[in-house]
């Protein structure tokens, strides 16, 4: 079926099925695996978004297709694909080498078809981006639904001169980027009915297989509503704070989705699936009246999923009473970087462990189904031994709640890259970091590297990459350990995980030995080694997944009356 736009969604790196790479932990903290495959939220809203305009917009993730099946043929499969225009994702950085390999291709076997890219790395990298040959548009900014709308409806003319946001080539070559003036502060008219919209996909293109968000999703199936564009946090090395919106996607303040929105998006999802939601950001950014206003009605609507709060700083009691009063199954995501509250202010927060432990407390008095807790390495002040010294405090935290259950400690390192844009990235020395890569096609190079070692694109003023990549295994090691003795983890599967990197950091070592040969025959037979060592699935990757474990798509009723809404409104489109 012939489309308005195809979207695309590349693994990190397009040829990571035959390349031999050892990846590490890289993707130990995040639902997707080492490949990426999980595309950005954008996708839908722009499905969405074109879609109440008329327009055919598909999704595909390919990555996915890739990561299930050895023999899917990529190039087959976009050789037959049918659209005047081709959307392919820079969100993260670390897509930057199967992106760019998307676009050759869809230029190989689609001459004629125009392809389009955006997202937050986009965004940075626009200038480089535009100048290849198989990229003719990128849409900078966070919020570029309305501008990939006149994108559809104009390109073809020629004349995208007046599209905001968007970068482009004239005839003879020369590059123009449009002004950035499209950073809406009403986001009320996106993402109303994205998750019934990829079902209406569904059904519309005959295949499931390509709108699943990552491997594992059908027996994991969280699902996020976020409820704002752009953030209030001054986070130094994360390219989606405010410092960094401000400066690369002209967004001056955050804008925030209504109350309504964010609940009719909570209800709609929870028609779709008993998985857990994720609310991305804290509520509390709009204001503490916002917040409460929004934990009324969700207590109202009786929500029966897990919903995870992300929460960047401590909660007062009250505020704890009311999160648990409103959603019963209510669990807590919360990021203080590091133990030492001095490297934690180096990285743009600032609270102390005794508030961020007394709302920890009060959480577990007031029936918290999870409380998640995220320690990075890689980060400014940091030492190795800091970092070890971070282990001890989830020891200490343990002990303190009598090894409760429901508080799960999770440390990884901050890779593979230190994110364009963001006040680390733009003013490394300040904060203590240094660049080893800046450009586009180092980083596009770098991820073909035989080990995540390889791709790290900073060091910091106390720990070299070696340092980085070494403490990372020995602090993953010492976690297991400590959760060993508090009851969190069986010894069976401790030992069995503490072999694995142990291998790895062998594996590490005869990688580093051919890497100075320079002899590719060599690297190419330590393959094997590294399929299988790749192929373990992390502890941390795993109890994450314990809170999703017993839930299923709602199949039976709120898929079908889901599936009959949207079959409805096709009928009348």
């Not at 890739?66 to 659209?83: G, N, P, Q, R, W």
């Not at 078809?113 to 990128?138: C, H, N, Q």
């Amino acid at each position: 079926m012939r489309c308005d736009l195809i979207l695309l969604h590349a693994p990190h790196v397009y040829d990571f099925r035959k390349l031999p790479q050892l990846y590490g932990p890289v993707s130990d903290l995040v639902p997707s695996t080492p490949a990426f495959e999980m595309y950005p939220m954008g996708f839908t809203s722009f499905a969405e978004y074109l879609g109440r305009s008329g327009y055919k917009v598909r999704i595909i993730n390919l990555a996915l297709r890739m990561v299930e099946s050895k023999t899917f043929d990529v190039e087959k499969y976009i050789s037959k694909l049918d659209a005047p225009l081709f959307g392919v994702d820079l969100h993260w950085l670390v897509h930057a080498n199967g992106s760019i390999a998307f676009t050759e291709i869809i230029k190989k076997y689609h001459p004629d078809a125009k392809v389009v890219m955006g997202g937050f790395s986009a965004s940075y990298f626009k200038d480089e981006l535009i100048r290849l040959p198989t990229v003719d548009y990128v849409l900078s900014g966070d919020s570029t639904e309305e501008p990939m709308r006149l994108l559809v409806s104009k390109y073809q003319s020629g004349d995208v001169s007046d599209i905001p946001n968007l970068s482009w080539k004239k005839a003879d070559g020369t590059v123009v980027h449009n002004p950035m003036s499209n950073t809406p502060t009403d986001i009320s008219n996106v993402m109303h009915e994205h998750y019934e919209g990829m079902i209406k996909q569904v059904l519309r293109f005959k295949d499931f297989k390509s709108i699943i968000p990552f491997n594992g999703w059908l027996k994991q199936p969280e699902t996020c509503v976020f409820s704002c564009r752009g953030c209030d946090q001054y986070c130094v090395f994360c390219g989606g704070s405010k410092y960094a919106m401000q400066k690369h996607s002209s967004r001056k303040e955050t804008a925030y989705r209504t109350v309504d929105d964010i609940v009719n998006d909570i209800v709609r999802t929870s028609k779709i699936s008993r998985g857990q939601i994720a609310l991305e950001s804290d509520i509390r950014q709009a204001g503490e009246d916002f917040a409460w206003e929004l934990l009324d009605r969700l207590g109202k609507e009786k929500i029966k999923n897990q919903i995870m709060f992300e929460i960047f700083k401590p909660m007062p009691t009250d505020y704890v009473k009311k999160m648990a009063q409103s959603i019963p199954n209510y669990s807590l995501d919360i990021s203080p970087n590091s133990h030492d509250p001095k490297v934690r202010l180096a990285t743009g927060i600032n609270y102390s462990n005794e508030d961020m432990e007394k709302t920890f407390e009060d959480a577990l008095n007031m029936g918290v189904r999870r409380i998640e807790v995220f320690f990075m390495i890689g980060l400014p002040k940091q030492s190795k031994q800091s970092v070890l010294d971070t282990i001890d405090y989830c020891d200490e935290l343990w002990t303190k709640f009598n090894s409760d259950k429901r508080i799960f400690a999770y440390i990884g390192p901050l890779s593979p890259f230190l994110d364009p844009g963001s006040m680390g990235y733009e003013e490394p020395e300040k904060h203590g970091y240094r660049l080893l890569r800046k450009t586009l096609e180092d980083y596009r190079n770098a991820l073909t590297g035989p080990s995540w070692r390889y791709a790290l694109n900073y060091e910091t003023d106390l720990m070299t990459r070696d340092d980085i990549i070494d403490v990372t295994y020995e602090a993953i090691i010492r976690l297991m350990q400590v959760q060993v003795k508090h009851g969190q983890l069986t010894e069976e599967l401790s030992r069995a995980q503490i072999q694995r990197i142990r291998m790895t950091q062998e594996l590490e070592v005869k990688i580093a030995d051919v890497m100075k040969s320079g002899d590719q025959e060599k690297l190419l037979a330590l393959k094997p080694e590294m399929d299988e060592i790749n192929s373990f699935r992390s502890v941390q990757q795993s109890q994450m997944d314990i809170a999703y474990s017993f839930v299923k798509l709602r199949y039976v009723n709120g898929l079908i009356q889901t599936i009959k809404s949207a079959l409805h409104k096709e009928k009348k489109s």
